[in-house]
Nanobody, 116 residues
Framework: QVQLVESGGGLVQAGGSLRLSCAASGNIDSFNAMGWYRQAPGKQRELVAA???????NYADSVKGRFTISRDNAKNTVYLQMNSLKPEDTAVYYC??????????WGRGTQVTVSS
């Protein structure tokens, strides 16, 4: 059983920055991939950024150049550095872990609110 705990969300003005953290109970270097997703009110959950065990990254077009995903295997933690935040980035941000031959694990989410 893998547990994921997100932190770092909050209220920030447009143009500001936040860094989200996702602490995992297992060794993340054994995970196929980890990612950040977000869900705004009335909208479907969407991929924000993902990073594989090999370090390859993938970003939603809407966040390219502004957000950076990274991982610290020693701390079993994945980060999402969010810069130049916009009001449309407001959402609950969820951490996801993909393991081989198992269903994905999700955290409970952390709220990010960007005021204009």
């Amino acid at each position: 059983q893998v547990q994921l705990v997100e932190s770092g969300g909050g209220l920030v003005q447009a143009g500001g920055s936040l860094r989200l953290s996702c602490a995992a109970s297992g060794n993340i270097d054994s995970f196929n991939a980890m990612g950040w997703y977000r869900q705004a009110p009335g909208k479907q959950r969407e991929l924000v950024a993902a990073i594989t065990s090999g370090g390859s990254t993938n970003y939603a077009d809407s966040v390219k150049g502004r957000f950076t995903i990274s991982r610290d295997n020693a701390k079993n933690t994945v980060y999402l550095q969010m810069n130049s935040l916009k009001p449309e980035d407001t959402a609950v941000y969820y951490c996801k872990a993909d393991l081989a031959f198992l269903p994905a694990y999700w955290g409970r989410g952390t709220q990010v609110t960007v005021s204009s």
